[in-house]
């Protein structure tokens, strides 16, 4: 419905235009429902559901807690996608040459670097000392290499699945004395 200006002119001037009503009626309706949320969200307020009861938040998923790979992907790829290969070499793993790590042949290796003096780990089985490596590497590092170049974040972008598929893997790998 289209209500005529106050003065019957005909091209009235175009006046200043105000918010109409309704508009003002919704902009404080959208404050209030925003209101609303936040404080639903807020420490004294009970958690929505599916949340923590206990004051703990839920993790979102950000870059830093979505993991690299889920576990449910073939073992060659868990190491592409994890970068092993750019710095160890692993037996069956396509360009898997590196050389700033040691060779990844823990069924050989693993009981004599389990047994090193300068072992500082908790590990008692080649399985666990593959584990505490990934997700701990500082802890060990093999006499003649780099320390510190290992990434310490493993334990947040890998899955226990995959940690899990790295160290089955790893633990079958044997290798010649050469390449210890």
Known sequence: MKVPFPDS??????????FPEETVTLLLIGLVLLYALWTL?????????????????????????????????????IFARAGCPVCHAIPGISGARGQVGPPLVLGTTGIQRLGDPS??????T???????SVLNPGLFVVPGYPERTMPTWYGMKLSAMAVEKIADYLEQQTASPATR
Do not use: C, M, W
């Open 41 to 77: 969200h807020s420490p004294s307020s009970p958690p929505p559901a599916g949340e923590p009861a206990d004051g703990a938040t839920a993790k979102s998923p950000t870059p830093e807690v979505i993991p690299l790979v889920t576990g449910e992907e073939p073992v060659s790829e």
């Open 126 to 132: 080649v399985r666990e000392y593959i584990v505490e």
């Open 119 to 124: 072992y500082r780990g908790q590990a008692r």
């Open 9 to 18: 002119s005909p091209n009235p001037s175009p006046q200043p235009s105000r």
